[in-house]
């Protein structure tokens, strides 16, 4: 099993998991969240952890999305999802992703994308850190495994 001293207690070992490619999208805000899951991407690959960040949706089965939804980047991220192949799911972490945060709905702004479309992992926070993120994925593909 994969040991991950950043975030877990040393020698605590992590759940055996199948991989997750994830793509990340960031469709505005403050970034708060995107440096959080910059730092988990880095900490992950030097982990060498089954779950990781693709570059393309081409390569990702979650599509994971922080930041309020502006009018600008709603084609954006339903041409990724759209873009991605066979069972996708959708993750949206922060309070902005998940409601609208401190960007209400405004002429530019949709707000949250988990009040318009169904995500199968919310994470709310304002950003949640890097341990809160890493343990709602792996809570998440857990309970998926045992379906």
């Known amino acids: 099993m994969a040991r991950l001293h950043l975030f877990w207690p040393e020698g605590t070992p992590l759940p055996r998991l199948e991989a997750l490619d994830i793509f990340h999208i960031e469709s505005g805000g403050c970034t708060g969240c995107?440096?959080?899951?910059?730092?988990?991407?880095?900490?992950?690959?030097?982990?060498?952890?089954?779950?990781?960040?693709?570059?393309?949706?081409?390569?990702?089965?979650?599509?994971?999305?922080?930041?309020?939804?502006?009018?600008?980047?709603?084609?954006?991220?339903?041409?990724?999802?759209?873009?991605?192949?066979?069972?996708?799911?959708?993750?949206?972490?922060?309070?902005?992703?998940?409601?609208?945060?401190?960007?209400?709905?405004?002429?530019?702004?949709?707000?949250?994308?988990?009040?318009?479309?169904?995500s199968s992992v919310s994470l709310p926070g304002c950003p949640p850190a890097p341990d809160e993120i890493l343990a709602a994925l792996v809570r998440w593909q857990t309970t998926e495994g045992e379906r």
């Open 34 to 118: 995107a440096l959080e899951l910059a730092s988990l991407s880095r900490a992950l690959l030097a982990g060498n952890h089954p779950i990781r960040f693709v570059s393309t949706p081409r390569q990702a089965g979650m599509l994971l999305l922080t930041g309020s939804l502006t009018v600008g980047m709603a084609p954006v991220v339903e041409l990724a999802w759209q873009a991605m192949p066979g069972p996708r799911v959708l993750a949206v972490v922060g309070d902005c992703a998940v409601d609208g945060g401190l960007f209400g709905g405004n002429y530019a702004v949709l707000g949250g994308v988990g009040v318009r479309a169904r």
